[in-house]
């Protein structure tokens, strides 16, 4: 359920992002070893400090020795590790080194990228929390505070390596005795030793912010949506459940649905601590979004499917005409029990005119997550194209009774930062004349398919400067397909928190990767509930 960015024809990761970003800020999908934070501090500082580099080129080497002796001493401590920046091109390094006795840290880990990982994905996170800046010479240092108290815990964990105290970070060649002796505590797997214990304390207090006497609203919901994903592990444990895949269990379930998915046993009740309840709202609100993102994507996918029958390209009247057909009516009937007209599916759903907010909360609870009308049920609703048709208008429906008179915060907030973007508070009004006992399925999927599918996706493409990459183009009054789409899923970053909170000993992962919680994320966890936003 990870997208790249390049592949969002209708611009809908924009708002998942602003989400995201908001949410879990120096938390990005790239960035999910905890021990990089510290490291590339370190890094920054150690060249400074030892090398005094005078140009960028002279930075650069040093920085890319250190880089390479971390991923190379991380795979000598553990071979199966792929977490590893660069770890597809360090790995076949390692086995020629085993042979000849020497290794040669002098190479790039990331070919495309003079930084390495820090250019490629750490960079911009450290920055954003504080961690590096940049001088008038373009070269990153490790910031004052923060980020070289980080630098100090981390040369501290490693000093008592053959690497550190034989100054072999000024070498291009090494022994492979001096990797295979300074491979443990240089790993990213070390964090659990103790002599990295204060370099672990002092990640735990910047992922929570605990090191700030003045949180602001970032550093608080990064740290309340860690606390909420340690939480949900615990009260899993609490139900007798351990989960596996992050998104499927700790995210759209419990957030979403406000329930424990417990695969063969009954979804358990999840009520977020008060305490968290701001941050939990937003998270609620990221997962409509991602419901909505399906609805509008499976159009996309319809149309593209329609447009392999006539290569010559077809009328938007044709398109919608294909999907309406006979299993268009008789997945909506399978599906909701009704579905002749958009106004029977509105009745379907005991909606008969635009739903108040009071409305909105009790659809909520009736169309939970066990429900066969539930978005968790229909997104993974697929076959012929009228049929995905029909999944994605049911979908846009119960969204709809849901979410169109809602008046909450956080639906409010978002909507100020999605500007012109597409989110539910700017397409669900689109159905109000849904009602409207005249309106026809056909007239009712093209009032969608023109403003929400086509003119959203050429006005993206045009913004992006990607018009050799479309998925679909209009030319004399007629659609013409580019290339296949499917629906996708958009990172919630849940996954990188997990990992991350592995790493400083809060969860852990047993044999079959179910995640759990340790006696330290309880601690954690406890603290978390017992602060107002401040520092404790």
Not at 206 to 218: A, H, Q
Request: contains cysteine; neutral net charge; aromatic residues 12%.
């Amino acid at each position: 359920r990870v997208l790249f960015r390049s592949r969002d024809p209708l611009g809908l990761s924009r708002v998942s992002f602003m989400i995201t970003d908001y949410l879990l800020k120096g938390i990005i999908t790239t960035t999910y070893r905890a021990r990089y934070y510290s490291f590339y501090p370190w890094a920054l500082w150690h060249v400074e400090k030892s090398e005094a580099p005078k140009r960028f080129a002279e930075f650069a080497a040093g920085l890319r020795r250190r880089e390479a002796f971390l991923a190379l001493a991380t795979l000598q401590h553990n071979a199966d590790s792929a977490s590893v920046v660069g770890a597809d091109a360090v790995r076949p390094r390692l086995g020629k080194y085993s042979e000849s006795k020497e290794v040669d840290t002098n190479f790039a880990v990331l070919p495309s990228n003079a930084m390495g990982g820090y250019g490629q994905y750490y960079g911009g996170s450290l920055y954003g929390l504080g961690l590096t800046h940049r001088t008038e010479d373009g070269i990153d240092r490790a910031a004052s505070g923060r980020g070289e108290a980080l630098a100090r815990a981390f040369d501290y964990s490693v000093a008592q390596t053959q690497y550190w105290k034989q100054n072999q970070f000024h070498e291009k060649i090494i022994s492979l005795n001096v990797l295979k002796k300074s491979a443990e505590q240089f790993s990213l797997d070390s964090l659990d030793h103790e002599r990295a214990s204060e370099e672990r304390e002092l990640l735990r207090n910047l992922f929570f912010s605990w090191d700030r006497t003045e949180v602001g609203d970032t550093d608080l919901l990064r740290r309340h949506t860690l606390g909420l994903v340690l939480h949900t592990v615990a009260e899993y444990w609490k139900a007798g459940f351990k989960p596996t895949n992050v998104d499927y269990y700790l995210v759209y379930p419990p957030y979403y649905y406000g329930v424990l998915w417990r695969d063969d046993d009954p979804p358990a009740p999840y009520q977020p601590p008060a305490a968290l309840a701001s941050c939990y709202g937003f998270w609620q609100q990221f997962c409509a979004h991602e419901y909505l993102t399906q609805a509008l994507e499976k159009l996309l996918y319809c149309t593209i499917e329609v447009l392999n029958l006539q290569p010559s390209g077809m009328t938007l009247n044709d398109v919608c005409s294909n999907l309406i057909g006979q299993g268009f009516e008789a997945t909506l009937v399978e599906l909701f029990g009704a579905g002749a007209t958009p106004r029977d599916l509105m009745a379907a759903l005991k909606t008969d005119t635009v739903p108040s907010d009071e409305h909105c909360r009790a659809a909520r609870i009736d169309i939970g997550a066990t429900s066969n009308k539930s978005e968790r049920a229909l997104e993974e609703r697929d076959g012929k194209p009228e049929e995905v048709a029909a999944a994605a208008v049911g979908l846009l429906a119960v969204l709809y009774s849901k979410w169109r008179g809602a008046r909450n915060e956080f639906a409010r907030n978002i909507g100020t930062k999605a500007g012109s973007n597409l989110w539910t508070g700017s397409v669900l009004p689109a159905l109000d004349q849904w009602f409207r006992p005249d309106l026809d399925w056909k007239s009712a999927l093209a009032s969608l398919m023109e403003p929400f599918v086509l003119d959203q996706h050429d006005r993206v493409m045009y913004e992006k400067g990607r018009l050799e990459s479309c998925w679909l183009h209009r030319l004399d009054g007629k659609i013409h397909k580019d290339q296949d789409y499917q629906p996708v899923f958009r990172a919630s970053r849940h996954w990188n928190c997990v990992r991350i909170l592995r790493d400083i000993g809060l969860l852990e992962f047993g044999p079959d990767d179910e995640i759990s919680i340790t006696a330290d994320g309880r601690r954690q966890l406890s603290r978390i509930l017992k602060t107002d936003g401040t520092h404790k």
